[in-house]
C-alpha cells in the first residue's frame, strides 16, 4: 500500500473504533448492544496498533491510544479472554 492509502485506512479504522465508542456509550441504543457486540471492531483496532508503531508519537497517536482503551472497556472480553491467541497478540 501507499502511504497515501494507509493513512486513509488508518483514518477510517480510527473512525470505526469512535463510531463503536460512541453507540456503546449512547443511551437510546443500548438494548441493541447484543448486535453490535457480534460486529467487532477487532480488525480495526489491530490495524490501528499495527501502524501506531509507526505514528508513535503527536496528537493522533494520543487520540488514537485514547480510543483503544475506551475500546477495551467496552469490550473487556480483549482483556479477560485469556485462551483467545489474537487477544493475547492484542493485549501484548
Known amino acids: 500500500m501507499s502511504q497515501e492509502e494507509r ?4 483514518d ?14 449512547t443511551p437510546s441504543v443500548r ?3 447484543w448486535h453490535m ?3 467487532s471492531q477487532l480488525d480495526a483496532i489491530v490495524y490501528l496498533l499495527s501502524e501506531l508503531r509507526h505514528k508513535s508519537t503527536g496528537d493522533t497517536a ?3 491510544w485514547s480510543q ?3 475500546a477495551f472497556a467496552y469490550h473487556p472480553h480483549i482483556i479477560t479472554n ?4 489474537l ?6
Open 62 to 64: 494520543d487520540r488514537t
Open 7 to 10: 493513512e486513509k485506512l488508518f
Open 68 to 70: 483503544i482503551a475506551y
Open 87 to 92: 487477544y493475547a497478540a492484542v493485549r501484548t
Open 31 to 33: 438494548g441493541f448492544l
Open 12 to 25: 477510517i479504522c480510527l473512525m470505526t473504533v469512535e463510531q463503536d465508542i460512541f453507540l456503546h456509550s
Open 37 to 39: 457486540d457480534l460486529q
Open 82 to 85: 485469556t485462551k483467545n491467541p
